[in-house]
């Protein structure tokens, strides 16, 4: 609703005598002239036609009158002659020297329009008024408004004299009084009562008409379509039966050991709304709409021509038409607190509503299947790939140790090692026992020279084997390594092979891990309320849709009648 502006306005009329205009004015301001300047009022005096004399002054036509009144002559003895009135462009000037309103000016047009006046301007209509003894700015009270045209001129012809006028400019006082005018006859009582009487009619006339007025346009732009309405859905409108079901999507539980707080922080079995949201958008989607169409004939059912024409799907409808038509028939809605999905299946056979919803729950457990799936297989990929990873270099690990041990003969380098070492210490003890003999032998003035000679043989036989076999350990033949490089290989191969059998079992533990956690996050659908085909149509809500069309068209009528008035008062101010 919007409302007329308001703004204030200054100086809208002038509060002290205006400059005088003409010839009139330049006497009146002088104080001199031929005459005073007549203001069109004759002698009726009205509270603006002019300043009052102030007490104690003498009025300038006060003498005119006594000197009239006494001899009706001049100090010479001759009559006097009468002042000549002012003309009419010194009336208008006047008039435009009052500096009066553009809406005193409307409003003066009006008035004398309604009296039956046709003054040339608008300064015009507030002179030939005031000539009649009419108020140009009078309001008009509510008995006025419904006087029937043909009595207009005559109501406004016994209208007071005396009524309220605006400021008249300082000429106007001076000007010379005009003859006198006939007061207008008054009613008498039963005449009054009569004007009353009819006027009274004239407004119950009014009222009984803007009734049946109000009456019909009530009829016209609600009553009548609200029956319509109520009509269609009465007599014409298919009834629709709905099949409803309920069902929440679950993951498995947990099967921590911890207790405690652990399971406070656990979690509960309810999916996250995301999956729930996304089964939603599945059975909204128009690849459930398809998939229906093709298992139940979704687009023949509403095609049928038992269907009403507003709820009929014409047979060459296009898929987006059928799509929009499976929206309105299906409604699903998800409460996040008790993470339960709620279906609801519209359609004109009660089987085939409950065939509907059947097939969309069974499409939805399918989803969620998938769903499943897909992260099971996303979280044991990497776990796979590493173990598979760890087994082959195991393998390789295994077969490099098993190379090495064929290609050098040994089983195990430690074990040669320790043999070569107990055999070198071994012929050290023979060789320090020989150097001992052959130290005992040379000890005695005359040794035998045969038994030194084999002592120093069987020393020099003792060091050479001991120099072969320390050679044996760090120098090996021409085309065999040595002992020492085979159990550097030997060594690093085995540390290799226990190397990838720790990350093997580290692998292993890791893709066991894995595969609890997404046996975890494996999700499935547990139906709550099984869709069970009714035996009554659940919709069209009759009444229910024929009062709301009739609030719906009260509020257009309302907010239209209110913009017709709004507009209406602005145009007319």
Excluded at 107 to 118: F, Y
Excluded at 365 to 383: L, Y
Aim: aromatic residues 6%; proline residues 5%; charged residues 25%.
């Amino acid at each position: 609703m919007t409302t007329k502006p308001k703004g204030k306005k200054f100086r809208i009329r002038r509060t002290g005598p205006t400059a005088p205009a003409g010839e009139a004015g330049r006497a009146a301001a002088t104080g001199g002239g031929e005459g005073a300047v007549d203001d069109g009022f004759g002698d009726v005096r009205y509270p603006t036609a002019g300043p009052q004399t102030p007490a104690g002054e003498a009025d300038p036509n006060a003498g005119a009158q006594a000197a009239t009144g006494q001899a009706g002559q001049d100090g010479a003895g001759q009559p006097q002659q009468p002042a000549r009135g002012p003309s009419i462009e010194e009336e208008l000037a006047a008039i435009r020297a009052e500096g009066l309103t553009g809406r005193q000016l409307r409003m003066a047009r009006r008035t004398a329009q309604k009296h039956g006046l046709q003054p040339a301007s608008d300064f015009d209509a507030v002179r030939v008024l005031r000539r009649k003894g009419i108020d140009p700015f009078e309001r008009s009270n509510m008995l006025e408004l419904v006087v029937n045209d043909g009595d207009k001129r005559a109501d406004a012809q016994r209208l007071p004299a005396t009524v309220r006028q605006p400021q008249v400019p300082a000429q106007a006082a001076q000007t010379a009084p005009a003859p006198a005018t006939a007061p207008a006859p008054s009613l008498d009582d039963a005449a009054r009562a009569q004007e009353i009487l009819r006027m009274q009619r004239d407004i119950a006339n009014r009222r009984r008409k803007r009734l049946l007025l109000l009456a019909a346009r009530l009829m016209v732009f609600i009553m009548l379509p609200t029956l319509l309405v109520g009509y269609y859905y009465y007599r014409v409108a298919t009834p629709f039966f709905a099949t409803t079901s309920e069902f929440q999507i679950q993951k498995s539980e947990s099967t921590s050991p911890a207790g405690g707080l652990g399971g406070l922080f656990g979690g509960t079995s309810f999916a996250t709304s995301q999956e729930s949201i996304a089964v939603q958008s599945f059975l909204e989607s128009r690849e459930a709409m398809l998939m229906l169409d093709a298992e139940f004939g979704l687009r023949e059912h509403f095609s049928a021509p038992g269907i009403d024409p507003l709820n009929r799907l014409a047979p060459d409808a296009s898929t987006e038409d059928l799509y929009d038509l499976y929206q309105r028939n299906l409604t699903i809605g998800y409460d996040p607190t008790e993470g339960l999905i709620r279906m609801e299946v519209l359609a004109a056979d009660p089987e085939l509503s409950e065939a509907f919803a059947s097939a969309l729950i069974r499409a939805a457990e399918q989803r969620v299947d998938q769903m499943t799936q897909r992260v099971r297989e996303d979280q044991m990929a990497g776990a796979r790939d590493s173990y598979e990873a760890a087994e082959e270099a195991l393998a390789a690990a295994q077969l490099r140790v098993v190379n090495l041990q064929e290609q050098s003969g040994v089983l195990s380098s430690e074990a040669e090692v320790g043999a070569l070492f107990n055999q070198i210490s071994t012929f050290e003890i023979q060789l320090q026992n020989e150097r001992l003999r052959l130290s005992e032998l040379q000890s005695v003035e005359r040794p035998n020279e045969t038994r030194v000679e084999v002592a120093q043989r069987n020393i020099a036989r003792l060091e050479a084997l001991i120099g072969e076999l320390r050679d044996s350990m760090t120098e090996g033949a021409s085309s065999e390594a040595s002992l020492a490089r085979i159990s550097s290989e030997l060594a690093v191969a085995r540390a290799d092979l226990e190397t990838r059998q720790l990350m093997l079992s580290q692998a292993l533990q890791q893709m066991e891990t894995a595969r609890i956690e997404a046996d975890r996050q494996s999700l499935y659908l547990t139906v709550s309320v099984n869709p069970v085909a009714p035996d009554e149509a659940a919709y069209p809500r009759k009444l229910e849709n024929t009062l709301l069309a009739f609030l719906i068209f009260s509020g257009i009528y309302l907010m239209m009648s209110m913009t017709a008035s709004i507009l209406r008062e602005q145009v007319s101010a």
